[in-house]
């Protein structure tokens, strides 16, 4: 069963701290790892991608692989009210093919 | 940049009529195009992928004879929805896969579809 795992939160930040979100996969053949953004009533926006352990920056937002432990993250640095949606993990995996796996998302609300 | 657009943004149509979608990568070319669903508050699903010049693979569950899917060209997919009805209405969003094995896919921005 190729899963890819989020809590749903809602996680609630006030605005300048460091939110943290992550995911969790289950297939261990798993190559590439993206972070989606989505604003309610709107389609995802592609925020962030990672292939290799360890970090990566880009701006606010720092995404991090641990290939052994199965597991990524998205760090997003003196949050914004603007911030505030639903992120989405998505695994791309040897057995889909060219079809990503995407979590459930979770929610982040960011307060001023 | 990569950019994919989607026509109509929004379309109303009566039941049992048939509604068409487009789906376009405006900057790169797509070899693959995926065609997802969204209902309220729930999360992404895919309906199927989408191949330039061949047929489409579809989700288990999902009616390829209701769901037509095109790919005629490296930039274009459709999506026409067959007598459609009231439990069509939806979000559905199409994206396209940019970089091949890498697997970036960048999303359109959707078409709000309700059935009356």
């Known amino acids: 069963q190729k899963e890819v795992e989020q809590n749903s939160g809602p996680l609630s930040v006030p605005e300048g701290a460091i939110a943290s979100l992550n995911c969790t996969y289950s297939d261990r053949g798993s190559q590439s790892f993206f972070w989606y953004r989505q604003y309610s009533g709107k389609s995802p926006e592609l925020i962030m991608f990672i292939y290799s352990n360890g970090d990566k920056e880009d701006g606010r937002f720092t995404a991090q692989l641990n290939k052994a432990s199965q597991y990524v993250s998205l760090l997003i640095r003196d949050s914004q009210p603007s911030d505030s949606a639903t992120y989405l993990c998505?695994?791309?995996?040897?057995?889909?093919?060219?079809?990503?796996?995407f979590g459930k998302g979770t929610t982040l609300s960011v307060s001023s | 940049g990569a950019v994919v657009s989607q026509h109509p943004s929004w379309v109303i149509c009566k039941s049992g009529t048939s509604v068409k979608i487009e789906c376009r990568s405006l900057?790169?070319?797509?070899?693959?195009m995926f065609w997802y669903r969204q209902f309220p508050k729930q999360s992404l699903m895919l309906m199927a992928t989408s191949n330039e010049g061949s047929k489409a693979t579809y989700e288990q569950g999902v009616e390829k004879d209701k769901f037509l899917i095109n790919h005629a060209s490296l930039t274009l997919s459709t999506l026409t929805v067959t007598s459609a009805h009231p439990e069509d209405s939806s979000f559905y969003i199409c994206?396209?896969?940019?970089?091949?094995?890498?697997?970036?896919?960048?999303f359109g921005p959707g078409t709000r579809l309700t059935v009356t």
């Open positions: 994206s396209a896969l940019k970089g091949g094995r890498t697997g970036e896919q960048y």
């Open positions: 998505a695994v791309l995996s040897n057995q889909a093919g060219t079809a990503l796996i």
């Open positions: 900057d790169f070319q797509a070899t693959t």
